[in-house]
């Protein structure tokens, strides 16, 4: 499944393996908004509604802070995008996430308004999976 999906960059103190990755077809609308809005950042959080969806902003216009963990950096650039895609979770979220990676996907439908995407009649949907710990 490699193949088939972007992983982020690894961003946790002693860890060697990425937590999170993108769909082609993720990659594909984020490069379609990035050229829209400028840089991007995703932040997933552990509120209700939309909560276990991750929220798609301008770079900084959600701000971060302690209690949030940056869990990958993604290269987007294909030569118009240097700056990385951050991707935050907040730490209690992770708490609960801590043992799976996570893929971010594109599904039809409408997510929150205050995610990017919402407009294009498309939002973005965290698939999980439990991650194998080497032995």
């Not at 990755?21 to 809005?37: F, G, N, S």
């Not at 940056?70 to 996430?97: A, I, T």
């Not at 799976?100 to 990017?116: A, C, I, K, N, Y």
Request: hydrophobic residues 40%; contains cysteine.
């Amino acid at each position: 499944m490699a193949s088939n999906r972007l992983d982020a960059g690894v961003t946790l103190p002693g860890e060697d393996f990425s937590r999170v990755a993108l769909t082609p077809a993720a990659v594909e609308l984020l490069r379609l908004l990035w050229d829209r809005h400028g840089p991007l950042m995703f932040h997933q959080s552990g509120g209700c509604c939309d909560g276990s969806s991750p929220m798609c902003y301008p770079a900084g216009d959600f701000i971060t802070g302690e209690s949030d963990i940056l869990l990958g950096l993604f290269d987007l650039s294909d030569g118009l995008r240097p700056e990385p895609l951050e991707f935050w979770m907040s730490r209690e979220q992770f708490n609960y996430w801590s043992h799976t990676h996570l893929t971010v996907d594109v599904v039809p439908g409408r997510g929150s308004g205050f995610s990017v995407e919402a407009p294009e009649g498309k939002r973005f949907l965290i698939r999980s999976t439990l991650m194998d710990w080497p032995s």
